[in-house]
């Protein structure tokens, strides 16, 4: 074995480095032998090298003789260029290769369970998990954590370019009302008491403004027990911001100008700004969907007004319902679908609770012309006053979502996307929105919840303003939104004890209550509290959509499944009953 492991990287050499001795360690990627000579492509990070072990070399041919795939070895050899005919314009290194001299066996592996390379759809995520450290040998999962690199490291440089400061919060804290349930940490030094694992830095970075630190942020772990979907996690990775002084718009453009080279950099796209801005009404009322992916180009219409002499029940009763809805979708050239693409399209609606899909197919531009089963239930002046409003063509078809608002957003927002998809309606490119003036409240049995947090200023100035009628109150709150997935929400926050007791209160938080549980923050709020207002960014999601994965597990290096166990590790598990007496904790079965 030579003195050094390593002269180069493995894709680093390339035709700049001919008749130069290199010393390359890596794993045994590929391993062949023609006539007498073994080639053997060796793999690390930065990329693949054919190394080419002539019998001349006895001891090297020797060693390259019991290697196989994966194998750890290293190599010492002259950079030559490859035979003619035999480039590979594929591969960085595909001019050259190295004829070894020397070749040692670092350590043997076993065969594996799964290969490695990017051919890995055959391949069941739980097994992936479970060896993750092979998976990451991939050169597509090595690429997405490098890239997630890069990406935080643009990000900290730019927050340090403008005046921010990265500080750390705790991880061991208390409970706070996030609207996901708490992981807990029992405290063996206070028995029957328990920190909980922040689901966001929120009370500390508004503390910190407080503490005139005037620009914070942090790259941070956050923890909340809740349930999982693809682009969740019971511990995930944000970009938390925290700004005194600043109001909603100035937050949006510092925000905008970093995502706008961000792009630029890392993707060499060109994004504009400032980014759309799009009240949360009309979001829904537009979208279905506080969300929107603005690259697909359908909309959902409002017909309320249309139906009171509409002649069909069910459209009726929702539109005099005051929590009622109903909207069309128009397809453009949808007539074509088959009835049993209709039938599953019903079927994926009743996932929201829609009890049905109406429909119309445009054939024509007369009644005569149209196929629908609800069609003799429709008068004829509702169907050429809808048509028009839907600005429906020949060769379209409709689709009607009619019920309590709530499920008809859901259902017909979800359509939107699933046939903009299926019928290839999606745009290229990165499509960015603010979506703003979000409720200050959600009202159900005559409770009020908060939307965002509790801790989001309303748009009104006074307690008063925001007693006379808190149901229908907007929040100073904003979500910055790409191609369907939200990326991040912020909110200019509560400044001041008086205003925080009020929404406290209206929380159904009382007095003692808020000060048991917030007492330090009402407290700081007396003592020169000055206004303040953040955001934060999911960064697995952003690092997920930018380089275009399904999921975030594929962009963090060891992920959760979806029942929130780690597979690599086997957690969560059993402890040692001596750990658990020390903590005061019996198990009771359930």
Not at 138 to 159: C, D, E, G, W
Not at 433 to 456: I, Q, Y
Not at 463 to 476: D, G, H, I
Request: glycine share 8%; charged share 25%.
């Amino acid at each position: 074995m030579s003195h050094s492991m390593r002269s180069h990287y493995c894709g680093q050499v390339t035709a700049d480095l001919l008749d130069q001795t290199v010393t390359l360690s890596g794993w045994a990627h590929r391993r062949r032998d023609h006539g007498g000579v073994i080639f053997i492509d060796l793999r690390d990070r930065e990329g693949i090298v054919q190394a080419v072990i002539a019998p001349s070399a006895e001891a090297a041919f020797k060693e390259a003789e019991q290697v196989r795939h994966e194998f750890v070895i290293q190599i010492v050899g002259v950079v030559r260029r490859r035979p003619a005919g035999t480039v590979n314009a594929d591969l960085k290194t595909g001019e050259i290769e190295v004829a070894v001299s020397q070749l040692t066996i670092l350590n043997a592996s076993e065969p594996l369970p799964f290969p490695i390379d990017d051919e890995y759809h055959t391949v069941g995520e739980e097994i992936r998990l479970h060896y993750r450290y092979l998976d990451i040998r991939r050169p597509l999962m090595y690429s997405n954590l490098a890239f997630r690199a890069k990406v935080v490291q643009y990000l900290r440089q730019y927050l340090d370019s403008h005046g921010f400061i990265d500080v750390e919060t705790p991880f061991l804290t208390r409970a706070t009302p996030e609207g996901a349930r708490d992981y807990l940490v029992p405290s063996r030094t206070r028995p029957g008491n328990f920190f909980a694992l922040p689901q966001s830095p929120q009370q500390f970075k508004q503390l910190l403004m407080m503490s005139g630190i005037d620009r914070y942020y942090q790259v941070v772990r956050c923890f909340r027990d809740e349930d999982l979907r693809a682009d969740r996690q019971p511990e995930f990775t944000q970009l938390d911001i925290e700004t005194s002084f600043l109001n909603e718009v100035e937050i949006q453009t510092l925000i905008e100008n970093m995502i706008v080279g961000l792009f630029e950099t890392h993707l060499n796209v060109a994004v504009s700004a400032p980014f759309l801005r799009m009240t949360y009404a009309d979001a829904m009322r537009r979208f279905g969907s506080d969300k929107p992916d603005l690259r697909i180009p359908l909309e959902l219409v409002d017909l309320g007004d249309l139906l009171a002499d509409c002649g069909f029940k069910i459209f009726a009763d929702a539109s005099l319902d005051p929590d009622g809805r109903v909207v069309a979708l128009c397809i453009p050239g949808g007539a074509t679908l088959s009835r049993k693409e209709i039938d599953d399209y019903t079927n994926y609606m009743s996932i929201f609770g829609a009890r049905g899909l109406a429909y119309i197919k445009v054939n024509g531009k007369e009644k005569a012309d149209l196929q629908s089963p609800i069609l003799k239930f429709l008068s004829d002046e509702f169907v050429q006053q809808m048509l028009a409003r839907v600005s429906a063509k020949t060769g379209d078809i409709i689709f009607f979502g009619a019920g309590k608002s709530r499920i008809v957003n859901e259902s017909l927002g979800a359509l939107r996307v699933k046939i903009g998809h299926d019928r290839g309606l999606v745009e290229a490119g990165y499509r960015l929105l603010w979506v703003v003036d979000f409720p200050m409240f959600e009202e159900s049995d005559g409770k009020l919840s908060a939307c965002h947090h509790p801790f989001t200023a309303p748009h009104v100035e006074t307690v008063e303003e925001l007693m006379k009628n808190p149901s229908k109150a907007t929040a100073r709150a904003y979500d910055v939104v790409l191609n369907g997935s939200e990326l991040g929400g912020g909110s200019i926050r509560i400044h001041t004890s008086e205003m925080q007791k009020c929404v406290f209160n209206l929380l159904s938080i009382d007095d003692q209550k808020a000060e048991e549980k917030f007492g330090h923050l009402l407290t700081a709020m007396k003592l020169g509290c000055p206004p303040h207002g953040g955001i934060a960014l999911g960064l697995d999601r952003l690092i997920m959509l930018m380089v275009g994965a399904s999921s975030i597990r594929d962009v963090i290096a060891f992920p959760k499944t979806q029942s929130a166990t780690c597979l690599l590790m086997d957690a969560p598990s059993s402890v040692e009953p001596l750990q658990l007496k020390e903590l005061g904790i019996n198990l009771v079965e359930t």
